[in-house]
């Protein structure tokens, strides 16, 4: 492929409204972008949700696992102050003891007491110090010794006191210890009911940091807060607070004294993830806060990995496109230069496309098409001298009508000088229908109109039948002007005539009522003439027209009334048959009920008929 069709290629690949290779390619590689960019998203998204998720699990089971861990020693502890608060002999007797120091007596009794204090906490190197404080003022410990009597905490136990014989747990740091940071464990001593004292142990501070010594990640800090919101261990050393009120960690701490939880917040202009525990045990609550940022930073390879697999895929794609679009469009190519031929005039086909797809069977369509486009060329040629033909004859038979009406009107104005009254009667009445007939091309007539044929029909009957049987025409005045099809009722009026009550030789009646019914026209033509059985009335119906009966004016058979209605109305309209053999035959037509265009031109066409009558 040389350099110019290549541009070539790549102008059509761009031409966007005039190239449907430009859109097979526009639209693949527009889908495929959009694919792999929402995969890519997906996966890299999906990827920081898991880190994040996982982060997560990670650092609240490293929160569970440390309390576990501090379970162990503070149910340790628990026991032991139990033991404490619950030996008479040892404790209870030497707070109640009236020995003070310095005496003899007194001495043995802090030795039994300081001795069983002692095997109490042999081995378990993380309690510092057990005393045993009396509301006495005396003072018996074991481990590390108070440097003076006046760092006894007196807040502290009061607060023990106030905890009625519940444990407590609070941090104390070493300003008010006289040593080192240290949790004190405490719980009051009672006999009779009365409080004689309290029994504190001081756990090694380390046990709490060595705890809570979690790696969240770059930035992540882990706070232990007690049911007071004082902090019992704090990893940040830029969040110099003691107490958690007024620091942006309150509302999280409030949040999580209900129940442990897991969240993204805002933390001094930087989203974090917040990790919160609440233990069972201590009644301590640990928030961890991990950077997000911190977190993510790990993945960037990622994320650039993706980008460039993308983009990698894409440009693949992009190439084997064009190839693919210039493949599918090379057939449509040929088939436009074909139509291009065909549009000079040329109507032989040139075609090299010899594929079995889509594009073959245009072709082929397209090939027929200009077969047919051959054929009726000639067929036109053909029809335009049949046309001339058929205008001439066409002509002719527009004069025949006219003459047989004023032939018509002679033999009437020759009658009415002559008096005959019942020929100018019968010819008056044979001009009307003759004119409804050829000279009304409408394929709606108003009711008045159609009765008015009927009317005609049945005054001619009369005269050739020598008054032999009696009609009668009714119909309710408010629809004279509705419209119907036309010449639907005569051939009903005259099947009575021939079929019904043609064979009698006088007493037939012959009976015209239309009348509303709510939205419905009803058109009911009685006789009581043979009537018909079941058979005959469905046979009537189905039967097709056929030769016309000698002396029948239209030819129009039943069926092809009741299939003019249903064809313009609808299939719930039609004829009706009811008949009892020897008795009567009623023929009920149903039309839905239209009104006319306009009253004036109904009265036009009545004045016309009257002036027609009157020549």
Not at 108 to 130: C, G, M, N, P, V
Not at 507 to 519: H, L, N, T
């Amino acid at each position: 492929m040389n350099k110019q069709n290549l541009l070539n290629m790549l102008f059509r690949c761009f031409n966007f409204k005039r190239s449907i290779q430009a859109k097979i390619f526009l639209a693949f590689n527009g889908v495929v972008l959009f694919s792999l960019t929402m995969i890519g998203t997906l996966m890299y998204q999906n990827f920081i949700d898991n880190l994040k998720q996982n982060t997560k699990g990670y650092v609240l089971d490293s929160l569970r696992h440390a309390d576990k861990n501090l379970n162990v020693f503070f149910e340790d502890v628990d026991h032991i102050g139990s033991v404490i608060v619950t030996n008479k002999p040892n404790v209870i007797d030497e707070l109640l003891s009236p020995n003070y120091e310095v005496s003899y007596d007194w001495f043995l009794e802090r030795k039994r007491t300081e001795d069983f204090l002692q095997s109490l906490i042999a081995y378990k190197s993380f309690i510092k110090r057990i005393a045993v404080v009396g509301e006495n003022g005396k003072i018996v410990y074991t481990g590390t010794p108070y440097m003076d009597k006046s760092l006894l905490n007196r807040p502290l136990i009061d607060k023990i006191i106030n905890a009625d014989g519940q444990k407590v747990l609070i941090k104390q740091t070493a300003g008010e210890t006289g040593q080192a940071d240290t949790i004190t464990f405490g719980r009051s001593i009672r006999y009779n009911r009365q409080v004689i004292g309290v029994v504190m142990i001081d756990i090694d501070y380390n046990v709490i940091e060595h705890a809570y010594d979690i790696k969240t990640s770059q930035g992540g800090f882990v706070y232990v807060i007690d049911s007071n919101g004082q902090f019992i261990y704090n990893s940040s050393s830029s969040f110099p607070y003691d107490n958690v009120n007024g620091t942006f960690l309150e509302s999280i701490y409030q949040k999580a004294l209900t129940s442990s939880y897991l969240e993204e917040k805002i933390l001094q202009k930087e989203l974090n993830l917040i990790v919160s525990y609440n233990s069972i045990t201590t009644g301590w609550t640990t928030i961890a806060t991990i950077p997000e940022h911190n977190l993510i930073q790990g993945v960037a390879k990622l994320r650039n990995q993706i980008i460039e697999g993308v983009l990698l895929i894409f440009i693949i794609v992009l190439l084997v496109s064009i190839a693919l679009s210039s493949q599918i469009t090379k057939n449509l190519k040929r088939l436009r230069n074909t139509m291009l031929w065909v549009k000079k005039g040329n109507l032989l086909i040139p075609s090299k496309i010899t594929s079995q797809d889509e594009v073959g069977e245009l072709k082929e369509v397209f090939e027929s098409m200009i077969l047919q486009l051959k054929q009726l060329i000639e067929d036109n040629k053909l029809q335009e001298k049949q046309k001339r033909d058929a205008e001439l004859a066409a002509l002719q038979a527009q004069i025949r009508p006219h003459f047989l009406y004023n032939t018509l009107n002679t033999i009437k104005y020759m009658a009415n000088i002559r008096q005959a009254d019942n020929i100018s009667e019968v010819t008056a009445s044979l001009i009307d229908l003759l004119r409804g007939v050829l000279g009304n091309t409408k394929e709606f007539v108003t009711l008045r109109e159609e009765l008015d044929y009927v009317r005609s029909y049945m005054t001619i009957q009369t005269y050739k039948y020598m008054n032999e049987f009696s009609y009668s025409i009714q119909a309710e005045p408010e629809i004279l002007n509705c419209k119907i099809l036309k010449f639907i009722l005569q051939p009903i009026v005259e099947n009575a005539l021939l079929h019904g009550i043609g064979h009698m030789q006088q007493g037939g009646i012959v009976s015209v009522r239309v009348f509303r019914e709510g939205s419905l026209m009803k058109l009911e033509v009685r006789d009581n003439g043979k009537g018909m059985h079941e058979e005959q009335i469905e046979k009537l119906l189905q039967k097709k027209g056929g030769p016309a009966k000698s002396g029948s004016f239209s030819g129009i058979g039943i069926h092809n009334v009741h299939e003019r209605i249903r064809m313009v109305y609808g299939e719930s309209y039609g004829i009706e048959i009811f008949s009892q053999p020897d008795l009567f035959t009623v023929m009920e037509l149903t039309l839905p009920l239209s009104k006319g265009d306009e009253d004036d031109h109904v009265q036009r066409d009545d004045r016309r008929r009257r002036a027609a009558g009157q020549e």
